[in-house]
């Protein structure tokens, strides 16, 4: 696949569509701990810091989204395919990550088992709940941020988006480093 070709439509370079990768990454990352948050406090009934990492993003959210992106994008005029694709997708990057992370790491990042709304629950990895909202979630991707993201890139200067992308990247990745050193 060449995701340069992805936003062919809209006439992008590839530092365009790299900068909207990015920030797809980054918005996916801070869409899921707004999420997890919120879902844990109902769950649990106070609140609960989710994440890997000191900042306001969760990492497989950050990498579910930019899968998603890249796998229903071309997609984009069938929302029934990209919340199917984009089930199908992030179901298998959580089982897979959680499946490793416990078995390579010992590692329990979640556990569906305890939670309300499993039902479906495989192994604590996934259940139903997660699936659909991600299909869902996949909805809100394709057809709300990466508008918003396209329409950021086109009505701001080239150099300032690419600044603040990568910076918010860089971000991340020391965030992420940052917190495995320390924890």
Avoid: Q
Avoid at 59 to 78: E, M, Q
């Amino acid at each position: 696949m060449n995701i340069f070709k992805l936003f062919k439509d809209d006439k992008f370079d590839k530092m365009d569509v790299i900068n909207i990768l990015i920030m797809v990454m980054i918005s996916s990352g801070v869409f899921g701990f707004i999420y997890e948050v919120l879902f844990y406090r109902i769950d649990l009934g106070y609140f609960v810091k989710r994440g890997s990492t000191y900042g306001p993003w969760v990492p497989i959210y950050v990498f579910g989204g930019l899968f998603i992106a890249l796998a229903t994008y071309k997609y984009k005029d069938n929302p029934l395919l990209v919340f199917s694709i984009g089930a199908l997708v992030s179901g298998l990057l959580e089982y897979i990550s959680g499946y490793v992370f416990d078995k390579f790491y010992n590692l329990k990042l979640w556990n569906y088992s305890n939670e309300i709304w499993n039902y479906g629950n495989i192994n604590g990895y996934i259940c139903l709940r997660s699936v659909l909202f991600f299909g869902f979630s996949s909805l809100i991707l394709i057809y709300i941020l990466i508008p918003i993201v396209i329409k950021i890139i086109k009505n701001n200067n080239k150099r300032e988006v690419g600044i603040v992308s990568y910076l918010l990247l860089i971000m991340f990745i020391l965030d992420m480093i940052l917190y495995n050193i320390y924890h």
